[in-house]
């Protein structure tokens, strides 16, 4: 079986999707000159810090939530600690800019806080409200790979022996389990500031109407909203400008979470059975962390999404969500013809994305094999670390003229940022079995085809339908490059909900909001046990 | 790639008819007043299919301005909320000139060669309910009682705050001097309208400018607030509809530009609480209000936003 079509249609694909806008983009940059991209940079001061503090900031709070929560459902024993893990993962349900709209709703302005206890939280809608929402955003993604790294690289092993030769639980973890989980929670850091920085929905939600810009929201206002070429000009280079420090920091992660970085210590064995003994159970400094652990997730994720529900049911702006105020108007309202037809949209945009992204997939997994499979999988990351303002940008610039306004051109951004998250997955599946069961396939008088089409395809196909469904989960969440892309035929229901945000109009905004998290809920169910390990095999090798 | 492009196919299938009775509309009316006028439409013109691109104002320019870099404007006809963008937009020579005789019904202070208007937009105040003193003019929101008190929607994102814009910096007796009171006064910058009556509405601020439909809609459901209409009298907007130079299928688009002011279309238009501009489809929603000569404001559009931001920032 010759690899030589697949790698000439795996390198067509990726030239179209990925290289020749980028090209595209970096053209247009060249055209633009030195001289009026320095200009454009110089206005960009602003948008530039404001990234960086918003991303510092929400980096921190991600990777120290993150941490402590794996450290805490791992290590320590305590009640509800199952619960606790799930709901971190709801974080990955809710897109940024609901959790935005949600916690607006909880702590911002009459929002319930306000109501009940006359606390606003100060500058929701700036600095401090972006960088938390940031936070609670990639946090559980944090928590996902410290969790899988206290389980695989801490070594259960060598911390039984420390406590067994008399160290304390603490001074184990400490000395033992901590040195060996550098690695994956610096990379865990790299990733949570790369999604941070290129994240659009929070700053736009919270930082939009209160003037405070970053570079996403900046090249989304440059594009969007601003008539004069000089804005084109810093859209451009702030696109550029972001792609290029996104692909430093990524690559930094996938540098330190490859699987060489692991430290080993020689001791063979994989992961051992034997549960680690856990920390302080029963005690009462076990009490208070779990019940710290619980308050915080009851701020940052119930609350928020709480306070939704209530405001979309609340009759109208300026009443009390009590239940006298309640109805389901709103819903009745948001639901009319556009909704429909930009769930229509957002549906067959899913679905070929999905089914794309699979079939690029395992193009890429036919083309590419041995050693080479690595060096595409690090270049396919790289691709998904291309912030979607960049990559909206250099689509717009590059198919603009041929596919302006089409659900194709959302379509070709879709694929370009989405496919990765097809090939992680599978190629970490196709490794796990194609060695033994095809070697015993072959080794049986079964030819290459055979084995893959009555061993491999069948193993592979559960893989196969969840990465499909991860896509499809991305392409309904996905609102930075839908909101640059869309025309009048092809809005999505992510572009609708962002839109009625910016109109000012909370209770129907919440109420769609409501919807489109419960339909991402819904799709993302028969992913719930595979979640997490989907989730963190984006960044893993 | 044959995935791709099977999946083009498949997607430009899905994208709508593109027959020559369809055409594009860019506007930033609202939503239910839009839908209105197109079921009206779909009664007297079955065989004329409207794709619609709504959008706030600071992004229709936004859109048009990128479609004039890259090949022309992809719409046939323009119905914007203010006369100052649209003017704009016939400045540069982006228009046809109108010549149906049907919009004579229009009456002349709210046409020009360009643009017709199809309804009349009041900005007026709106006030936290039981709020007092309550402001009685304009001139009350420079008025310490109303000190870090009062919300204003951002003329560059809503037609109707930059013709609010337009008319104070041109009007005797105001002039930007009012907005740099208001900013002494703490007044703050909101983005839409409805930004304004949700603050207001929920008591942030306590008083704001805003659009009197706008107003009664969050009033008939029920929001704490109150419609003022201002001493000496509402800032009438006139709402213009304008047929884009490049359209492809300028007939089809001057038979909507028509229907929009028939009697059929002004109706659906003051169903959905907007005043029609024709006197002859009854209306009995609206206070004084002011005549303004929009077009001794043509022509300043940049400089007046460019003033306004040095005073509002951003």
Not at chain 1, 244 to 262: D, F, I
Not at chain 1, 511 to 534: C, D, E, H, K
């Amino acid at each position: 079986m010759s690899n030589r079509p697949a790698l000439g249609g795996l390198a067509l694909a990726v030239g179209l999707l990925v290289l020749v806008p980028l090209a595209a983009l970096v053209g247009t940059a060249l055209d633009i000159g030195a001289a009026d991209l320095a200009a454009g940079l110089g206005s960009t001061g602003g948008p530039v810090l404001n990234t960086v503090v918003t991303g510092v900031a929400g980096t921190l709070v991600a990777v120290v939530a993150g941490s402590a929560f794996a450290v805490l459902t791992e290590r320590v024993d305590f009640a509800g600690r199952r619960l606790l893990r799930v709901m971190m993962l709801v974080g990955l349900i809710v897109p940024g800019y609901v959790s935005g709209i949600a916690w607006l709703n909880a702590y911002g302005p009459a929002g319930i806080s306000d109501r009940a206890l006359g606390v606003q939280l100060p500058g929701l809608q700036g600095p401090l409200g972006i960088s938390l929402v940031l936070g609670a955003e990639a946090a559980p993604l944090v928590f996902l790979l410290v969790a899988a790294g206290l389980a695989t690289r801490a070594e259960p092993d060598l911390e039984r022996a420390a406590r067994a030769s008399g160290a304390s639980a603490w001074t184990a973890f400490r000395t033992i389990s901590l040195p060996l989980l550098a690695p994956v929670i610096g990379g865990a850091t790299a990733i949570a500031f790369v999604l941070s920085v290129t994240a659009f929905g929070a700053p736009a939600v919270l930082g939009i109407p209160a003037g405070f810009g970053t570079m996403t929201t900046r090249i989304y206002r440059d594009l969007s909203f601003a008539a004069d070429p000089l804005a084109f000009g810093r859209a451009i280079t702030l696109a550029v400008l972001l792609a290029v420090a996104a692909s430093v920091v990524a690559a930094l992660a996938g540098w330190l979470l490859a699987p060489a970085r692991a430290r080993r210590s020689g001791v063979p064995g994989g992961p051992s059975a034997v549960a680690v003994p856990r920390m302080g159970s029963g005690r009462l400094a076990t009490a208070v962390v779990a019940a710290l652990a619980w308050a915080l997730v009851l701020l940052a994720v119930i609350v928020p999404l709480v306070a939704l529900v209530l405001t979309a049911l609340t009759r109208a702006v300026g009443l009390p969500p009590t239940p006298d105020n309640w109805t389901l108007a709103n819903f009745n309202t948001v639901l009319d013809t556009h909704a429909w037809a930009a769930f229509g949209n957002s549906l067959v945009l899913g679905a070929l994305a999905a089914g794309g992204a699979v079939l690029l997939a395992v193009l890429g997994l036919v083309a590419v094999r041995g050693r080479a499979r690595g060096v595409a999988a690090a270049l396919v990351g790289l691709s998904f670390a291309i912030p979607g303002s960049t990559l909206a940008a250099a689509v717009l610039i590059a198919y603009g003229p041929l596919l302006r306004d089409t659900l194709v051109i959302i379509l070709v951004a879709y694929l370009a940022k989405f496919w990765v998250l097809a090939f992680r997955p599978l190629s970490a599946a196709l490794e796990a079995l194609a060695a033994d069961f095809g070697r015993a396939a072959r080794a049986s008088g079964a030819d290459a085809l055979t084995a893959a089409r009555t061993i491999i395809l069948p193993l592979l196909w559960p893989s196969l339908a969840a990465s499909a469904v991860l896509v499809f989960m991305f392409a309904l969440h996905e609102l930075t490059m839908s909101s640059l892309l869309y025309g009048p035929t092809s809005a999505t229901l992510a572009v609708v909900v962002l839109n009625l945000q910016q109109l000012g109009d909370p209770t129907q905004t919440a109420a769609l909001a409501v919807l489109v998290t419960l339909l991402v809920a819904l799709v993302s169910l028969p992913l719930a046990g595979r979640l997490g390990a989907f989730a963190s095999a984006r960044w893993r090798g | 790639m044959a995935t791709l492009i099977v999946a083009g196919l498949a997607v430009a299938a899905c994208t709508g008819p593109a027959t020559s009775d369809t055409i594009t509309l860019y506007t930033s009316v609202t939503q239910d007043t839009v839908d209105a006028v197109l079921g009206a439409l779909a009664e007297v013109h079955p065989e004329l299919h409207v794709n619609v691109f709504r959008a706030p104002t600071g992004q229709l320019d936004a859109r048009i301005a990128a479609e004039q870099r890259s090949g022309g404007v992809q719409a046939d006809v323009l119905w914007a909320t203010d006369p100052l963008s649209t003017e704009s937009y016939a400045a540069q020579g982006l228009l046809r000139p109108l010549s149906s005789d049907a919009l004579s019904v229009v009456p002349a202070q709210y046409r020009s060669d360009n643009f017709v208007g199809t309804r009349l937009l009041n900005l007026v105040l709106v006030a936290h309910a039981g709020l007092a003193p309550q402001p009685a003019a304009w001139h009350d929101l420079t008025d310490a009682a109303y000190r870090d008190d009062v919300a204003l929607p951002d003329p560059a994102f809503a037609g109707s705050a930059f013709a609010a814009l337009g008319y104070f910096a041109s009007a005797p007796g105001y002039g930007m001097d009012f907005y740099r009171q208001l900013k002494a006064n703490g007044a703050v910058q909101l983005q839409a309208v409805g930004d304004v009556i949700t603050n207001v509405a929920n008591g942030t601020q306590s008083v704001g400018i805003s659009l009197d439909k706008s107003v009664r809609d969050a009033l008939d459901k029920g929001s704490p607030i109150t419609l003022i209409w201002p001493q000496p009298g509402a800032i009438a907007v006139y709402s213009p509809a304008a047929i884009f130079r490049s359209s492809r299928n300028p007939a089809a688009a001057a038979t909507f530009v028509d229907f929009l002011v028939s009697v059929a279309a002004q109706t659906a238009i003051a169903g959905t609480g907007w005043q029609p501009v024709r006197s002859d489809v009854p209306w009995d929603k609206s206070g004084p209000a002011l005549d303004v000569d929009w077009a001794q404001v043509f022509g300043q559009q940049q400089q007046l936003l460019d003033q306004y931001r040095v005073i509002f920032g951003q």
